[in-house]
């Protein structure tokens, strides 16, 4: 684990503050209407909404604060830090065993696939958008069946290659990952959009605190302790009826 800084908690001092162009990409890439299929995942969340464990406004917190901090922050976003490190290196080895890892860690086939669906609708569509030739060899690379496209490596390759700065590639990804589980909670549970947007803004400070530890942690920190959420993933495939891919 990385030790912090004695000032990490003036910013100005640790990462640089985005542009109003990079801050307005962040905005675009990480809208509901994107599309990259976000909407189309739950990541467990399904399963535990239909035996019943997933009903009220704090049991929906109780699972995106667990889906943050034992899934998220020691997962991809310790792989987004990384990959934008080694891109911004151009390091292609470190990339492609972060990769590799990014699949590993993802217990369920459910997990994996979405990883895998998303990263390659994310290259897809912001392929168009960016003038930088090593972003278009990741595609290659998918294309020519080299890798299987991973959603956090190719996040964190598209930050680097785009001057934003590992933290708030963090930040963002992370906020736009629990804003995407509460949007699809709100689709398959009988609570309407206020309560939704009242637990995101209680989420807010969770999230804000996730990516400030990220920014201690390394690969050596990567782990999965979120079984329960992997179980209820694999779990998925079996339920009476889905709304949702994962």
């Known amino acids: ?15 640089a503050i985005p542009t109003d162009l990079q801050f307005l990409r962040l905005l675009q890439i990480h809208d509901s209407a994107f599309p ?14 239909q035996e019943d464990l997933l ?16 899934n998220l922050v020691f997962g991809d976003a310790i792989l ?52 930088d030739s090593y972003f278009d060899d990741w595609k290659n690379r998918i294309s020519a069946n080299e890798i299987k496209g991973h959603y956090a490596i190719l996040y964190g390759i598209y930050c680097a290659v785009s001057d934003i700065d590992a933290h708030y590639a963090v930040l963002s990804y992370l906020f736009s990952s629990i804003n995407g589980l509460i949007q699809n909670a709100v689709r398959a549970v009988p609570f309407g959009q206020n309560t939704g947007v009242q637990a995101m803004h209680e989420l807010a400070a ?6 400030g530890l990220v920014a201690e942690l390394t690969e050596e920190d990567i782990s999965n302790n979120a079984l329960g959420i992997e179980l209820a993933s694999m779990k998925h495939e079996y339920l009476y009826s889905r709304l949702f891919i994962s």
Do not use: W
Not at 36 to 49: A, F, H, K, L, W
Not at 93 to 102: P, S, T
Not at 206 to 211: G, L, M, N, P, Q
């Open 36 to 49: 990259i299929g976000s909407y189309t995942q739950s990541y467990g969340m399904e399963t535990y909404i």
């Open 55 to 70: 009903r009220t406004k704090e049991e929906l917190i109780a699972f995106c604060t667990t889906f943050l901090h034992h």
């Open 206 to 211: 969770e999230v804000v605190a996730a990516a």
């Open 1 to 15: 684990m990385k030790q912090p800084n004695d000032d990490s908690s003036n910013l100005s001092n640790t990462v």
């Open 80 to 131: 987004i830090q990384e990959a934008h490190e080694a891109a911004r290196n151009r390091d292609v080895d470190r990339l492609l065993h972060l990769e590799n890892l990014c699949g590993a860690i993802k217990l369920a086939k459910e997990s994996r696939d979405a990883s895998i669906n998303l990263g390659r609708q994310f290259i897809r569509t912001v392929s168009p958008l960016v003038e």
